[in-house]
């Protein structure tokens, strides 16, 4: 089948690349001639594990080529899928500018059929908006040419969105005439194997089954966050509190870890939207408002903790930093928790010794005139005479360190862990003064 894609950034790519790989024409569309170039010559500009030797592939085999022209894209593809982002205005609600330029210009250059296929986060009616836009760039042209909208949400995690992609829980689709269900049954045939996956329904609703799973999913971690809270205030372990609670397979396991914090470009812009969303209807979304103020409070639980182990008094102190991305297995810190530590950190008067697999690169475009911070070459570089370390994310490789270095090369031996990656009595017994998430006080 002929696709194309409009965007090549993180949704746009991986599912270029993955229809591709299920055997499609791709053609994908950006706007961005440098990045159209670079990625023309084989460099990747976002880092997920599988997705350059993928790109690589496919464009060898001649399924998948990038282009800035925009007319040859709408010629391409029977699917038109708009992947463009959509980042928060100033007020939390989506942008939607960038979605509802590509509508306007499928409509300018469509001759023949074409399902228009949203795969932007957008919020509820956006599908509609869509609509108008490409009647409008029709009818201004004296053009009648028939097409679909539909709503094709995506569910991928950054660092695992290949796996996602290829094998999906569920394939989310609102389409309201038969003729669009039948084509995106057949486009995604190849990827709903073993049972089924798709599942169709209205246009409206697949755009808010969307916001709802991520609000759902950030409402599991500031659920648990707020519980963690307590936990160190009542002397419970909220990692055995998540052990009992997650047994019970209505609650399950999944999405029930402690932390300091959600990041990424997701969950945070996903609740204010909805929140937002909830506003426009005249609803006061009482408990996404909660979600996201106990997610704020958590990101400065570690500095508050930090604070008071030292007496609030940080001048002068050197902080090593394990972790800057918002997760592991990628390079994104966008609303990372260690943002806001080293932000506070900083304006405290602390130094930052920070260590990450990936993401240094990115600290260093984000802070690039801060002499507070140094992006060592290790997690031991990062140790080196700092008084303390803090730990941001759960990268394997601070899973089971050599702690007697670590000791060694701290001052103290004290650990802040946003993560809970280690056994508090282990580290009580090996000299560490050891602080967790909910794990007593
Ligand atoms: C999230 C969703 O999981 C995807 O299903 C969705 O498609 C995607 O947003 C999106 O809307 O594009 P992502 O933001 O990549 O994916 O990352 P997650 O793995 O969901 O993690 C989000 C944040 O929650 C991270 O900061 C992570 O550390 C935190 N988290 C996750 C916890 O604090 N505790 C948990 O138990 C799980």
Not at 73 to 89: L, N, S, W
Not at 197 to 208: P, W
Not at 216 to 231: G, Q, R, V, W, Y
Request: glycine share 8%; hydrophobic share 40%.
């Amino acid at each position: 089948m002929k696709i194309t894609i409009f965007g090549t950034g993180y949704v746009g790519l991986v599912t270029g690349a993955c229809f591709a790989e299920a055997g499609n024409d791709v053609l994908c569309v950006d706007i961005d001639e440098d990045r159209i170039a670079q990625l023309n010559d084989g460099d990747v500009p976002i880092y997920e594990p599988g997705l350059e030797d993928m790109l690589a592939c496919n464009m060898d085999e001649g399924r998948l080529r990038f282009t800035t022209d925009a007319a040859e894209g709408v010629a391409h593809g029977q699917f038109q899928f708009i992947a463009v982002g959509t980042p928060p205005d100033e007020d939390g609600s989506a942008d939607l500018q960038h979605v509802l330029a590509v509508a306007r210009t499928i409509g300018e250059h469509m001759d023949d059929y074409r399902v228009v296929v949203n795969k932007s986060t957008v919020p509820v009616g956006t599908a509609d908006r869509v609509h108008a836009a490409v009647l409008e760039a029709l009818e201004a042209q004296g053009l009648d040419v028939d097409f679909d909208v539909v709503s094709n949400p995506e569910f991928l995690k950054e660092g695992d969105a290949i796996d996602d992609f290829m094998k999906p829980d569920r394939i989310i689709v609102g389409a309201e005439r038969p003729g669009a269900v039948e084509l995106m049954r057949d486009l995604y045939a190849p990827f709903n194997r073993n049972h089924e996956r798709l599942i169709f329904m209205d246009v409206r609703s697949a755009e808010l089954t969307k916001y709802a799973s991520n609000a759902m999913l950030a409402t599991k971690i500031s659920f648990m966050n707020e519980l963690s809270n307590l936990a160190e205030r009542l002397g419970a372990d909220i990692e055995e509190v998540r052990r009992g609670m997650g047994s019970d397979p209505r609650i399950g396991y999944h999405f029930i870890y402690p932390g300091c914090g959600y990041g990424g470009s997701c969950f945070p812009k996903d609740v204010q939207a909805l929140a937002r969303t909830a506003r426009e209807a005249h609803y006061e979304p009482e408990l996404l408002d909660a979600v996201e103020a106990v997610n704020h409070r958590q990101k400065r639980h570690l500095v508050r903790r930090i604070r008071h182990h030292f007496d609030d008094n940080l001048e002068g102190l050197t902080f090593a930093l394990w972790g800057l991305a918002f997760k592991p297995n990628t390079d994104d810190m966008r609303e990372a928790p260690s943002r806001v530590i080293m932000e506070a950190l900083w304006d405290a008067g602390a130094r930052v010794q920070a260590y990450d697999p990936e993401a240094q690169d990115e600290a260093a475009r984000l802070y690039p005139d801060e002499s507070a911070l140094e992006l060592c070459g290790s997690p031991y570089d990062a140790l080196e005479g700092a008084d303390a370390l803090i730990i941001c994310t759960e990268w394997q490789v601070f899973r089971s360190p050599d702690f007697e270095r670590v000791q060694r090369l701290l001052r103290e031996p004290l650990i802040f862990d946003g993560r809970n990656l280690y056994d508090p009595e282990k580290m009580l017994a090996a000299g560490f003064v050891y602080y967790g998430i909910g794990r007593g006080e």
